[in-house]
């Protein structure tokens, strides 16, 4: 697949700060707001934020089928309806006016002042509006981790756990954007199994390292999507901090699964870096034995080599670095989890999102939760400022990072970051 924007030899006037996750390779898209604009679709490059709207109403947007509304909006749904192929000429035609060489924007300031803007006078929104969420649960080696922990460890994974996605539906109305605050979550718990629940705050609040797939419009309901399609219909990709309350869940999930311990937040970084974007990282992924039924065989290379990380800053501290793993260790990738999603005919829409899972390693290193970096507790890790953590606590803020590197060529995802608030009690 040849996509122009993609070009690893391509340079831009804009400057770009080395190691930047926004060189002009990437062009992710996003919604931002500022002092004078309540929301507006945009892409970055380097540390400017640059308005898709002002580029339209200069002329800059022309013949590529878009209109003015389709850049106003709080979300960038109405952009998305164009499809892939929309989107795909969009950042094409961005990256060529962005080029080195092109003077067209470059040189005329007063569009280039009305369209260029500096990030950190910006404030970057949700980038979709969410209409479905779902969280899969496609990393073996996280799924092994807990199945060790809470089950027998000589049959971690469930009898269907080889066979199919497993995942369920969460809650999109507490899907929140980078940046927002977390409260801590209260609700029931059953410290000792001897006696009854009681109700209060979690105890054994985590984070989960993910990343979330962003659909265009699927086929109708009845429809399947298969793994062949399954590209044309994902816009493209942002890291996702799944939250869990660990003690809520574990005396709940029984017999339908999360609840209360997983609705109460979910944060997502705010570039939706696109598929197209990240094509040149593909990576092979883990066989997967026994052979997988028909509807969910693929070829090629669908994982994507993605270095992911957390840290967690302590309030007035510096952050610590507790995990580093790869989203290409992936067991299920995203073609068989929209396949398996649609299989039964379930139509997806333009902004629904599909998480990962936890993405976890095989080493404790690149586990991808406090539960099992920690081992449920029972191996705290020590801060930069020599307070140890099982889980997180108040005050602490969560940041995710991840990036992808070839060929000289660096495409990021920014961060994806979150205070924890004391829990509020009624």
């Known amino acids: 697949m040849n996509i122009s924007a993609n070009d690893p030899a391509k340079k831009t006037w804009v400057s770009v700060p080395e ?76 990256s060529e006016l962005f080029e080195e060489s092109n003077p067209e924007l470059r040189d005329n300031e007063p569009h280039r002042k009305a369209a260029v803007k500096p990030a950190e006078k910006t404030e970057m929104l949700l980038p979709v509006e969410v209409g479905d969420y779902t969280d899969f649960y496609s990393s073996i080696e996280h799924a092994t981790n807990v199945g060790t922990m809470f089950r027998d460890p000589d049959n971690a994974l469930l009898p269907n756990w080889r066979h199919l996605p497993v995942a369920y539906h969460g809650r999109s109305s507490s899907i929140f954007v980078s940046g927002v605050p977390v409260r801590r979550p209260c609700g029931q718990t059953r410290p000792d199994d001897s006696a009854p629940p009681v109700f209060g705050p979690t105890r054994l609040l985590d984070f989960e390292l993910e990343a979330a797939f962003v659909t265009f419009d699927g086929k109708p309901a009845g429809e399947a999507i298969s793994t062949e399609e399954a590209d044309e219909y994902i816009f493209g990709m942002l890291l996702f901090n799944d939250w869990s309350a660990r003690d809520i869940q574990k005396w709940e999930y029984v017999p339908l699964g999360p609840f209360l311990a997983k609705n109460f937040a979910s944060t997502v970084s705010p570039w939706i870096v696109t598929l197209d974007a990240l094509e040149p990282f593909r990576a092979e992924g883990p066989e997967q034995e026994p052979e997988v039924l028909p509807y969910l065989r693929y070829s090629g290379n669908k994982n994507i080599d993605i270095d992911l990380e957390v840290a967690i800053a302590p309030e007035n501290g510096a952050e610590t670095t507790v995990c580093r793993s790869n989203y290409k260790y992936m067991y299920w990738n995203m073609n068989q989890q929209l396949a398996h999603h649609t ?13 990962s899972g936890t993405i976890s390693g095989k080493t404790p290193d690149s586990y991808g939760s406090m539960l099992e970096i920690t081992w449920r507790g029972s191996k705290p890790v020590t801060l930069s400022d020599g307070t140890e953590r099982k889980f997180i606590n108040d005050g602490d803020e969560v940041i995710m990072r991840g990036n992808c590197k070839k060929d000289g060529v660096r495409i990021g995802f920014g961060e994806v970051r979150a205070k924890v608030l004391p829990a509020l009690l009624n």
């Open 19 to 94: 190691n930047s996750d926004f060189p002009i390779q990437n062009i992710p898209f996003g919604v931002y707001r500022d002092n004078q604009i309540a929301h507006r679709a945009c892409t970055r490059i380097g540390d400017q934020v640059i308005d898709l709207c002002e580029l339209f109403k200069a002329g800059y947007l022309e013949g590529l089928g878009f209109e003015q509304s389709d850049f106003t909006g709080a979300s960038l749904n109405t952009l998305m309806k164009h499809g892939k192929k929309g989107m795909r000429n969009l950042r094409n035609a961005l």
């Open 343 to 355: 299989v039964n005919g379930c139509n997806v829409r333009c902004g629904d999102m599909m998480a």
